[in-house]
């Protein structure tokens, strides 16, 4: 291995670290697709950028060729106990977005984490982007662990602009059974995944609004062996068809979320369930597990 780290090369494109200053500006032309961003003033400017990466930091990338699509920021994170790598962001271009980049950019980041010595990664996400949450929680095996309440307080970006910037932690443990299995392909059959949506109780109850696209009208609080909590599947056609929906779904959410976290809730999965020729987004969760005392539901 040499210093720069190691590169893989899947699919066309080779996953490795960023090296040259050119590399590293191309970094800023992804946050600008993804995220509209209109500041002059990029976020993760060059220079912090290359003091992560010969710091005990990774900025890795995907690249087609020469052209960057995708990227992976991390850096070390110290909670007074356990050292972890913690993944501040994670892009990829749209036009590179049906390529599964961005799990192979995670599982690129989780064995490069792994040959650091560590063995857990965390970051936030957006508990309503069904995307991230399939991501997240689905194919990487993650779980979320925090609540965070308007995070970041207000974004003027084009994903977060008109919406409190809630989230969710999220602890990947990454030589864990589980999580080789997720990030294997070993996950629940979408027959498991409806018969598990129609045999939990709800949390977020919805209907369809003005537009026809799913709102929340009630929550509730979980009970029994399983319960789930629905989020829109495509939280960009909410901001587009009903606008005035975006606080209530963050609002009926949060507030779910909280009432599972009082109960001893955690989230376990995430799945899309198919049903009456409409795709639903789930979060699937369970009572904390008594032989793993240390789990912990969002919110607490």
Partial sequence: ?????????????HFRRLEKPEEFRQVEEVERAVWGVASP?????????????DNGG????????IYLAGFAVSLIGWDGGSLYHYSHLTAVRPEYQNHHLGFR??????????????????????????????????????RPDRYFTHYYGQ??????????????RA???????????????QYPSATDDRHRWETSSATVETEPGESG?????????PTGASAHLEIPFDLDLVRQHEPKALRRWRHASRDAFRAASDLGYVV????????????????????????????RAPGT
């Avoid at 291995?1 to 494109?13: K, L, P, W």
């Avoid at 003033?41 to 990466?53: E, G, I, K, Y």
């Avoid at 602890?171 to 392909?185: F, I, K, T």
Wanted: glycine fraction near 8%; charged fraction near 25%.
């Fill in 105 to 142: 950019l995670k599982s690129f980041q989780r064995d490069e984490v792994l040959r650091l010595g560590l063995s857990e990664i965390r970051w936030a996400f957006d508990p309503l982007q069904s995307r991230g949450a399939w991501l997240n929680v689905r194919r990487l095996g993650a």
């Fill in 41 to 53: 003033s990029p976020t993760l400017p060059v220079p912090l950028l290359r003091a992560l990466q």
């Fill in 1 to 13: 291995m040499s210093e720069a780290g190691t590169t893989a090369r899947t699919e066309g494109f």
């Fill in 213 to 221: 696209i799913r709102v929340p009208s009630a929550v509730g609080e």
């Fill in 268 to 295: 376990d999965d995430f799945a899309v369930v198919s049903a009456e020729h409409e795709r639903r987004s789930f979060y699937f969760l369970s009572p904390a597990s008594a032989d793993a005392p240390d789990a």
């Fill in 155 to 168: 974004l003027a970006d084009t994903i977060n602009q008109g919406i409190e910037t809630d989230r969710m």
């Fill in 58 to 65: 990774l900025v890795l990338g995907a690249f087609a060729d």
């Fill in 171 to 185: 602890v990947w443990s990454l030589a864990s059974p589980a999580v080789e299995a997720r990030v294997g392909g």
